[in-house]
């Protein structure tokens, strides 16, 4: 097969004016008309002049075109690398370096700002906004809309998706087009997707979950999706009756329960409501069966690896645990010192093999080698064991990671910019429980002998830094910080001790 990430996912479709994206006000746009946008999207890439490998860097609001957007990018044999939309320029800067990204699309209102940026880095830049405007949408105009797509093998890198670390630097992660591909024919068959579901889209489209995960899905089986910009309550309970399936972070599903019109009857038409990205409490679980019928299919993945492990479809969706290793996926729980396993029951880190395992760090070979042994596995830094019935449970991290939302945040990241701050000695930013995003963060500042830091002028300084959502929803001042005999700080301690503060949102 010349290019099997196109061919299988979206020139299958071609001629088929099938619904594929379901859009505001009833419009409907095919999936002949969605490869048609993509075909000329690709044809403006390459007229910008780039070349299969070339990376385009990709921070725009979530619309069909933006989608499409990643289509052209497999159809001409480019690496797409899609950014949360709320990274800021400092943050844009080092994607964009890192990469070598050949051409970056922006908003038109971020494009003053980027300008230099892009043009430091020898890049190109063109602009794309929420409503299909933008300068790559006026170049389209006129051209052909047929694109002879360029010939990869499954091999080939299909995305880099950034992922931070608990240095405080992000990381490239290479994915090839089979990684996509096999995860996303997995699914189908495991989730039983096929050309009658109607997907309810509310997730972002610059990670895993909403862009692998529901878009390669539902076009590997044929489907289609309520396209929605963003979670919004009233467009989701206006949507569900016409939906046959839905995925979500904790956080979708815990903010319906607590609305009075999301009932048994709204979500009758439903066949499957899926949830991963961050644990789904159980108590989420029981409260979310008991008031639609439905149990929630909870699934485990990784930007690394997409998705490794699912609760069956059918058979019993076992509460606080992720259910089991897909087809083709190994996964071991082994002894975080030595690496070996461990045996069943044993709680250790979690490790996985197989189709779905990304390729490596770009240009970090020695951070490759630390999570992906020669052997093929990958540490993923995630804490578990296996119950005697073979369900995998995720008791906990051994990586030092936040989960807001369903959004990573590093502490590492914001300890950086804090301990910069006048008057700070250092610092320690800690996850604590958030009812409505799942945990959120909290950063202890120690000053400095006699200093009284300004918590305010802090605050504005990460303003400038960091993305809103890996902002302190709090800052408490301390006088030291706890550390263990080895002088590492512990956390744990600062968790209990502020665990009860729930920070405000
Ligand atoms: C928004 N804000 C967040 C936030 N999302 N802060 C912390 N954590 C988040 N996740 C900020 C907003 O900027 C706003 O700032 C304030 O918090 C309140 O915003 P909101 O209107 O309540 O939030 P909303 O826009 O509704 O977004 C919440 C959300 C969204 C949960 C719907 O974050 C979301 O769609 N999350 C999904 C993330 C995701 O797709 N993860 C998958 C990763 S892939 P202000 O300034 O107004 O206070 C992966 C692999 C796998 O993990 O297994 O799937
Ligand atoms: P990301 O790097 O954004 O892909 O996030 C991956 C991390 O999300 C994993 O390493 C887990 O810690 C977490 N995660 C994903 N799905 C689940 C789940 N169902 N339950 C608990 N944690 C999860």
């Not at 890049?123 to 052909?144: F, H, I, K, P, W």
Request: include cysteine; glycine fraction near 8%; hydrophobic fraction near 40%.
């Amino acid at each position: 097969m010349p290019n099997p990430l196109y061919d299988t996912l979206l020139g299958c479709h071609a001629g088929k004016e099938t619904a594929f994206l379901h859009l505001d006000g009833g419009k409907v746009l095919s999936h002949q008309a969605f490869l048609s946008m993509a075909a000329q999207f690709a044809h403006v890439l390459v007229q910008n002049g780039l070349k299969p490998g070339d990376r385009v860097a990709v921070q725009v609001e979530k619309s069909p075109e933006a989608l499409a957007v990643y289509a052209a990018c497999a159809q001409a044999g480019l690496i797409f690398l899609p950014l949360n939309t709320a990274y800021t320029v400092d943050e844009l800067s080092y994607f964009i370096d890192n990469s070598q990204a050949a051409l970056v699309l922006c908003d038109t209102s971020k494009k003053v700002a980027l300008d230099p940026v892009v043009a430091a880095f020898g890049a190109r830049l063109e602009t794309l906004n929420a409503d299909g405007t933008g300068s790559l949408v006026d170049q389209a105009c006129g051209m052909s809309d047929v694109f002879a797509t360029v010939d990869r093998s499954g091999d080939d890198l299909a995305a880099f998706l950034y992922t931070s670390g608990t240095t405080g630097r992000s990381k490239g992660a290479m994915l090839t087009q089979d990684n996509l591909l096999s995860n996303a024919e997995t699914l189908v068959q495991e989730w039983r997707f096929t050309d009658q579901d109607v997907l309810l889209h509310a997730l972002p489209i610059f990670h895993t979950h909403g862009l692998f995960v529901a878009t390669n899905v539902v076009l590997a089986a044929g489907g289609s999706m309520i396209f929605l910009p963003k979670f919004d309550q009233d467009q989701i309970i206006d949507s569900l009756p016409r939906a046959t399936s839905m995925m979500g972070v904790p956080t979708f599903y815990t903010r319906l329960l607590n609305d009075a019109r999301f009932t048994r009857d709204l979500t009758q038409h439903m066949r499957l409501f899926v949830s991963g990205s961050a644990p789904l409490l159980a108590e989420t679980h029981v409260k979310f069966e008991e008031r639609t019928g439905h149990r929630i299919l909870e699934r485990y993945g990784m930007t690394e690896t997409n998705m490794n492990t699912s609760n069956p479809y059918d058979g019993e969706r076992r509460a606080g645990t992720v259910g089991f290793p897909l087809p083709g996926v190994e996964l071991k729980i082994t002894n975080p010192d030595t690496g070996s396993e461990l045996p069943q029951g044993e709680i250790g880190q979690i490790e996985v093999r197989g189709p779905n395992v990304f390729k490596g760090y770009w240009q970090m070979p020695e951070k490759t080698a630390d999570e992906l042994r020669a052997d093929g596995f990958f540490i993923t830094g995630d804490l578990g064991k296996i119950d005697a019935d073979g369900y995998v449970q995720i008791v906990g991290r051994n990586k030092d990671l936040i989960i807001s939302g369903g959004y990573n945040i590093y502490p590492k990241e914001v300890e950086l910019v804090l301990d910069e701050q006048p008057g700070v000695l250092e610092t320690a930013v800690i996850g604590v429980p958030h009812p409505d995003f799942g945990e959120t963060v909290l950063g202890v500042i120690i000053p400095e002998a006699g200093a009284t830091p300004d918590l305010d002028a802090i605050m504005s300084a990460v303003q400038g830094s960091l993305a809103r959502f890996k902002h302190p929803r709090a800052l408490v001042l301390m006088d030291a910080l706890p550390r263990n005999t080895m002088g590492k700080v512990q956390k744990n301690i600062l968790r209990d001790m502020y665990s009860s503060r729930l920070a405000k949102a």
